[in-house]
């Protein structure tokens, strides 16, 4: 049997995924939880064969992150991202966060069950058209010699670093973006463990460096 831990923030598709993998004979879904902390908390008790883990989760950690942070504990785990964008720029993000392979959520039932049970067996999973755009995406990382860190960040979390180095404070952001300021610190958090900063200021010269305020 493979055990699977399911990660995403919709009670109604943990419940789907449930369903369909727990009707299968060689799966057995072991645990569920709701966002990035959770999981990795769930992971460390349960210890599953696979992890299947929403990309976008805006309450907790989000998926990279608690990728990449799973992987470093449970190195044998596998882990299968489940998102909705379908493009490069997500593909490569999970990629360098230690996932085993991407699947989108309009994938058929059958491709779902050929990945887990791919990625369970050691190897990777990804469809030939993402394949193709991962090595596109590769090459051009190669002829320009860096692997960038903004990357990692998510849209909103890059909006959140703009506004961050303009010299907004939280309920600032919070009113602009129109989310919570709640919200808008864990967004910080996040994109300050993507980038591997510690203070507002270190953010802000990053910022400069990354000519996110039109100037380098």
């Known amino acids: 049997m493979i055990r699977i831990l399911l990660v995403d923030d919709h009670a109604v598709v943990r419940q789907g995924l449930m369903m369909l993998l727990n009707a299968h004979p060689d799966f057995d879904v072991a645990g569920e939880a709701s966002e990035g902390n959770e999981g990795i908390q769930k992971?460390?008790?349960l210890k599953p064969d696979v992890v299947i883990m929403d990309l976008s989760m805006p309450h907790g950690?989000?998926?990279l992150s608690a990728t990449s942070e799973l992987k470093k504990q449970l190195p044998d785990c596998a882990i299968l991202i489940l998102t909705m964008h379908n493009d490069e720029e997500y593909l490569f993000q999970a990629i360098q966060a230690g996932a085993s392979g991407c699947i989108l959520k309009s994938?058929?039932?059958?491709?779902l069950m050929?990945?887990?049970?791919?990625v369970y067996h050691g190897?990777?999973?990804?469809?030939?058209?993402?394949?193709?755009?991962?090595?596109?995406e590769y090459l051009n990382h190669v002829k320009q010699g860096?692997?960038?860190t903004y990357r990692l960040?998510?849209?909103?979390?890059?909006?959140?670093?703009t506004l961050i180095a303009k010299g907004y404070s939280n309920k600032e952001i919070g009113e602009q973006l129109v989310?919570?300021?709640?919200?808008?610190?864990?967004?910080?958090?996040?994109?300050?463990?993507?980038?591997?900063l510690k203070t507002r200021p270190e953010l802000v010269e990053y910022a400069l460096k990354k000519g996110l305020l039109g100037y380098k």
């Open 107 to 111: 994938a058929p039932h059958e491709e």
């Open 114 to 118: 050929a990945a887990i049970q791919s």
């Open 153 to 161: 960040l998510s849209d909103r979390e890059k909006e959140v670093l």
């Open 179 to 196: 989310i919570s300021v709640k919200t808008v610190e864990t967004h910080k958090g996040h994109l300050m463990e993507k980038l591997k």
């Open 61 to 63: 950690k989000d998926g």
């Open 43 to 45: 992971a460390l008790e």
């Open 123 to 136: 190897n990777a999973y990804l469809n030939p058209a993402a394949i193709k755009r991962l090595m596109e």
């Open 146 to 148: 860096t692997t960038d």
